[in-house]
């Protein structure tokens, strides 16, 4: 069999997913069942710390618009009387949004996995049994938490950016900060999408081999080399796709359009995540047709 690069066939698993828009329907609906009351959590804490903005604050802010070294200053002032605030509401809002996603994640992935092995039987000959979803929810879970240790990180870069670049907050470095944060911010989600790929493939290892949560990840992180760099050539291209579309959302004066691109945004993201599931799977099974015909060594 003649090698071939994980991504090769991107195209046309892209046109295949298109003509079969229940996966990514199904993609969509759990997670703007979890998004949709996530994110009214989210607004109105958000709308609790911005109810302790002074007014004189904020009539600052709108004076100085187009005067950023000022309104940095400003800002740096009113963020570290806020910051204890936004602790408070991160240590109780975080770790139930992330179990809350577990539960989620791992239903919908199950639900997914089901439909997909009905349209792909040659990619998953079987459907995942309801029992195999605690460990869908296991697996999500630590994927979670390995993205939650990503933002954190890059949460303590941006940190270090403003201790740096606001040792005078009269007169702050806004060039070291951006530099800071943007190379930080790639740097991060760059790292996320190349170690993240075991996590990913391990719930399509419970639904392609009938694995447990704890044999599915020792399963991926056991792959050989050839297998486990075209998963992760896979992760890291749909990334940088991801990344791309979050550049094209990003928000403009324009809230109509703010609010088409968003949404666009969260769709778009469905969608890829399943070319993502579909594209490991050909993987995984390139490897397996591989294994078969390889002549046993003398």
Known sequence: MRERRATQSLVHTIGSTLRQPSLAALEVMWRWAFGIPALWLIWRQVETVAALIPGDTLARLQSEMYEPVQAAATLYVL??????????????????LLVAWALFAGVGRWLVLRRLAALHPTLLPRKPPPGKIAALVGLQLLRALGLAAAFAAGLLCIRCAVAWSFANPEQPNLVLYFAVVIISGIGMFTVWAVLSWSVTVAPLLVAKRGAGAFAAMRDALRLDRATSSRLIEVNLVLGIVKLMMLVLATPQQLHVWWAIVTVAYF???????????????????????????????S
């Open 79 to 96: 963020g570290q009387a806020l910051v204890p605030v936004v602790w408070a509401i991160l240590q109780w809002l975080a770790p139930m």
């Open 267 to 297: 769709m778009t993201n469905a969608f890829f995540q399943v070319v993502r599931q579909i594209a490991m799977l050909q993987v995984l099974e390139w490897n397996d047709r591989w294994e078969s015909i390889k002549l046993p060594t």
